[in-house]
């Protein structure tokens, strides 16, 4: 079927009339006609009868006129999703987020992101930065959120975004408790880590082998970092993590900060994207809320 053809039709059929037909599509009355007449032959049907100076619709016309209304109906809501697609109102934004921007941070930036746009899908996995980065070079993730200041893997682009520190802690009752120690001295006690992959982890082993001392004992291997700081709080071992996610903590006295003779550790937390991507426009507009973009 010439879908131009059945427009002109259903343009006639609403408007009543070949004359504001032709008004509304900006064609002669002419060409509306010869539509029409095309149509007809096409389809082997008598679409328009003759009333008064006018046109009416016969049964066929009819039938095919309720046709022409739902396919426009449909065609006018594919044209409104795709205007709010590309304003950035409708989609699915996938972030993989390591522990600390995850449970510290994206919470807020979604919650004031969805008041904005409450159609937008997010869908937040919680991982370690190895798998994070894994995620969105395999297209699992439209972003990364990740703590740590790991090498750039090939294929991804950097933003940063924030600087957080690094602080060893023991609990709160510990001989080393708010004391400056030896990272030799320190490293003697059992340690509470995460699984092999996490920044955290990595860190600490960078640290012991940059200052020629034995990486510490592994007391106890967990999957998270609010597992790590659970468990010193409850008493058991010492463990490297987040200033922001230790400092209440830290002032109720649970835990307490050991300072290392010579070291202070930096902890950024920065976006990733694709190298060269183009990012769908929800994705785009989740990037300015949490830099202060436009």
């Known amino acids: 079927m010439n879908l131009h053809a059945f427009r002109v039709f259903h343009e006639v059929a609403e408007s009543g009339g070949v004359t504001k037909a032709s008004e509304r599509l900006r064609i002669s009355q002419p060409a509306v006609t010869a539509q029409l007449r095309n149509l007809e032959r096409e ?24 046709q022409g209304r739902r396919l426009f109906a449909l065609e006018h809501e594919i044209e409104r999703e795709t205007e709010r697609i590309r304003l950035g109102e409708q989609g699915r934004l996938r972030i993989a987020a390591t522990y600390l921007p995850a449970n510290m941070l994206l919470p807020r930036w979604i919650a004031r992101y969805k008041r904005e746009y409450p159609e937008v899908e997010i869908l937040l996995t919680t991982v370690n930065s190895s798998k994070a980065f894994d995620r969105l070079l ?94 010193v709080t409850a008493g058991y071992g010492a463990a490297l993590a987040s200033a922001l996610e230790v400092r209440e903590s830290i002032g109720r006295g649970e835990i307490a900060r050991v300072s290392v003779d010579g070291i202070r550790l930096h902890n950024p937390i920065g976006l990733y994207t694709r190298s060269g991507d183009t990012l769908p426009p929800f994705a785009r507009l989740f990037i300015d809320f949490i830099t202060g973009g436009p």
């Open 138 to 231: 395999h297209y699992e993730a439209d972003l990364a959120v990740v703590g740590g200041g790991r090498e750039l893997p090939d294929g991804l682009a950097h933003m940063p975004l924030m600087q957080d520190e690094l602080w060893f802690i023991v609990p709160g009752g510990h001989p080393l408790a708010g004391r400056e120690a030896s990272l030799q001295r320190l490293v003697a006690e059992p340690f509470v880590v995460r699984e092999e992959g996490s920044s955290g982890r990595e860190l600490l082993e960078a640290l012991c082998r940059l200052h020629g001392v034995t990486m510490p004992g592994i007391g106890l291997q967990v999957s998270g970092t609010g597992e790590t700081i659970r468990a």
């Open 43 to 66: 389809l082997g049907l008598v679409l328009f009868r003759a009333k008064g100076r006018g046109v009416a619709l016969t049964e066929a016309g009819e039938r095919l006129a309720e």
